[in-house]
């Protein structure tokens, strides 16, 4: 096809030469050229481009011969390969023909078997069942009886074999634990006492917090709830109640006013104020203390509170924050030893008696409080559990419960960690506090034992009680500690009434 346009355009391109000199050449001054001359001109240039092009088709028929002699050998390749192909295909199909003939043979020769088994199987159990006179069930359920009696045989003896070992080796193992646990503990043992000395560089500072008239004295004791202390000692005030978080505002109240130098009714009340702030600062560092001791970061901002004011109550004269510290670190012995949960063992003993510090606001024992506590945070309950069963009077239902029991019980059992006398003497004086807010309930702003508990010193609402009533309530808080309470000497009853008027001129 390509060859015949190319022979069409020769053509038509010397037609228009030959058109071109003969009628054209007219119109381009070209009038004297002969005829002839065009004439051969015309045929010469035809001629060429006839010869071109039968060059040109004689090329493009070798290479369209060649390209058809290859054709053919890749045909002639590709036949080949297809019945080489076919031949294989062939002798497979043959193999698998044979081989799936062999198969269902086999499988016939399996079913054959397999009914003559069956019919064995079934001869062989007609024959057992005549000769042992038991049907199939009857023979099952015997040897599985027997089974059973053997099996119980065998563990019972298993059984016994591994309680004589563990009663050989348990007693011992749990001494080791316990003495291993209790060595690689250190805590001081100081029992707390009721008293707080306050140094001084000059005698002449006790005139001044006795203030004219004892006035700057009175003040104190009435906002503090301490005794203040000034005798003969030299350079010495000492400070008593026995409550430690009272003690401790107020010997740092009394620090202020003595390095201030103005000591007057309104400095002490400043001063106390202050010092209560910073007790406030002081409680809160002391439950991150603990809180990082027992490894627990992200403990609720109420819980690191209340455990900050462990660091001034008491537990018959050890210091609840060290009886706590102790626990944590008896409870994380223990729980390494045995192989339980020691992030919920110092959790627990970390919490176990938090309920001591509200043991004067409700009335239940402290382990009680204390789980009481623990769901209000919405704990974990086998926390709450190993929190609050560790007297056992509740049911420990985990080893880590069983495990701050023991540990509460060696950190209170040690020499001289505790004091059963400074106890109750602490209990004597909180219950005589407790009488006053019982039977005054809201007409009291508050309610100090004082020296050794032979005073009670109660600071009543001027807007809910008169001068009058003042006089009955007094009578009736006598009486009643006289029928309730027992205590050495006499309890001196004093209630005050105060009202101010105050007014800032600007």
Known sequence: MEFIISIVATFLGGLVVFL???????????????????????????????????????????????RLRVLRKETDQHEELLLEREKKLNIRTKMLNKQSEEIEETTEGIKRMQRGIEKTRIHLKEELERISDLTQEEARKKLMSQ?????????????RQAEK?????????????????????????VGETTTASIKIDDDKVKGRVIGKEGRNIRAFEKLTGVDVIVDESPNTIALSSFDPLRREIAAVALNKLIKDGRIHPSSIEEAVRKAKNEISIEIKKNGQILAEEAGWPGIDIG?????????????????????????????????????????????????????????????????????????????????????????????????????????????????????????????????LE??????????????????????????????????????VLAKDLASEIEKTQNYPGNVEITLIRETRAVEIAK
């Open 165 to 189: 070992r563990a009663e050989e080796i348990s007693d011992e193992r749990a001494r080791d634990i316990l003495v291993e646990s209790m060595q690689r503990i250190a805590t001081d043992y």
């Open 434 to 471: 407790n009488v006053a807010k019982d039977i005054a309930g809201d007409k009291i702003e508050d309610v100090f034992a004082i020296r050794a508990g032979r005073e009670l010193r109660v600071i009543v609402k001027p807007a809910l009680i008169s001068d009058d009533e003042m006089t």
């Open 20 to 66: 071109y000199l003969k009628f054209i050449r007219k119109w381009v001054n070209i009038k004297n050229i002969p005829e002839e001359e065009v004439a051969r001109v015309a045929n010469k240039i035809i001629s060429k481009k006839i010869e071109d092009a039968e060059k040109e088709i004689e090329g493009e028929k070798k290479r369209v011969e060649e």
């Open 303 to 431: 819980l690191l509170k209340l455990l900050g004011k462990t660091r001034y109550r008491t537990s018959y004269g050890q210091s609840l924050m060290s009886h706590t510290i102790e626990m944590i670190r008896l409870g994380e012995v223990l729980a390494t030893e045995v192989g339980a949960d020691v992030d919920l063992v110092k959790r627990a003993c970390l919490l176990h008696d938090i309920g001591k510090v509200l043991t004067h606001r409700v009335d239940s024992p402290h382990h009680h409080i204390s789980g009481q506590v623990a769901r209000k945070y919405e704990l974990d309950e086998k926390l709450v559990n190993a929190i609050e069963a560790h007297h056992l009077d509740i049911e420990p239902q985990s080893v880590e419960a069983v495990l701050i029991y023991i540990a509460d019980a060696i950190s209170g059992a040690r020499p001289g960690a505790r004091k059963d006398s400074y106890e109750q003497y602490i209990q004597r004086i909180e219950a």
């Open 147 to 159: 089974v059973d009696e053997d099996m119980k045989d065998y563990q019972a003896k298993k059984i």
